[in-house]
């Protein structure tokens, strides 16, 4: 029986190639194996979906209960785009026997060098800056001060592989570096150049708050008005990693009133950002979207590593990275 693969269509461009290049889907050149795009726009995977294909190769799709718990469903493992899976109900994939695989390791240095671009955009006042020069108001600059960073602090909220990257690139740049996770061990984040404190402490020390977490039921919110109270008011808060772990109503409070000095957003609580948020209107905002770490590099190795996984199940392989050992071993 051939081994049927689909990949979702918004991982096209507008011209309609793929978003990765063409080199990844060499992957899929195997004997038995058939890959078609999935026409049209699927927020969710639908049981039809999950009873036609193998294999799903998804990037912003959601997985639900629904979508895998039909008695006709063929699909074996879902090869998620990225590092975050928090669209995917891993419980529901395992109940019903379904891989879920990401790619943490394609994402760790894009994601290290998208949120050191934002924290040096904000040092730099680049935008600020930029403006300007377009408004013809060069000799307002000395009013435009930037902030150096030998004698400042970066405080990390998550310490895992992309914060560890962060906390390599970042080392000849910062005066001091700490970070607060519950997970990692203290020994490994000191043979980095790096301390782990408590969460209160790394918001209340840092002069730049990155976050670079995954979003679970534990950190949803994480980033709430009494966490933004701690920080300093010449402080930075950077998010990177999902939207929700910020409550975006207390951060938007936090810049209108000055209790923090800036931010800037690869990720918002809704995407796209609804063309009213107040966020759009602050002038002490960065904002990007959702996309600071997309490089032609990036992508091609995320495809490339997503596609090998559904490859490796095709052929019998427990894949890399997976999400859900248990609906392996259950296999």
Known sequence: MTFKVGVFSDL???????????????????????????????????????????????????????????????????ARNGVG?????VAACTRNGVLVTNTPLAVRR???????????????????????????????????????????????????????????????????????????????????????????????????????????????????????SLMKRTAFFVNVGRGPIHNEAALVEALQTGQIAGAALDVTEIEPLPPDSPLIRLKNTILTPHALCWTDECFEDIATTALTSIVDVMNGRRPKHLVNPDAWEGS
């Open 12 to 78: 096209r461009n507008s011209r309609g190639e793929p978003i990765f290049g063409r080199k990844p889907l060499e992957v899929l050149n195997q004997p038995g194996l058939e890959w078609e795009w999935i026409e049209g726009d699927y927020p969710e995977i639908t049981p039809e979906i999950a009873a036609k294909y193998d294999a799903l190769h998804i990037n912003l799709q959601r997985v639900t209960e629904a979508s895998v718990s039909r008695p006709d469903r063929r699909v074996k493992i879902i």
């Open 85 to 89: 899976y928090d669209t995917v109900d």
């Open 110 to 228: 894009p994601v290290a060098v998208a949120a050191l671009t934002l924290v040096f955009a904000l040092a730099g006042r680049l935008f600020e800056k930029d403006e300007l020069v377009r408004t013809n108001r060069w000799n307002d600059r000395n009013d435009f001060m930037g902030y150096g960073l030998t004698t400042r602090t970066l405080g990390l909220v998550g310490a895992g592989s992309i914060g560890q990257e962060i906390i390599r690139l970042a080392r000849p740049f910062f005066g001091r570096i700490i970070a607060t996770d519950p997970y990692v061990d203290a020994g490994a984040i000191k043979e980095l150049g790096a301390e782990l404190l408590p969460f209160d402490d790394v918001m209340r020390q840092s002069d730049f708050v990155v976050v670079c977490c995954l979003l679970s039921p534990e950190t949803r919110h994480l980033i709430n008005a009494r966490a933004f």
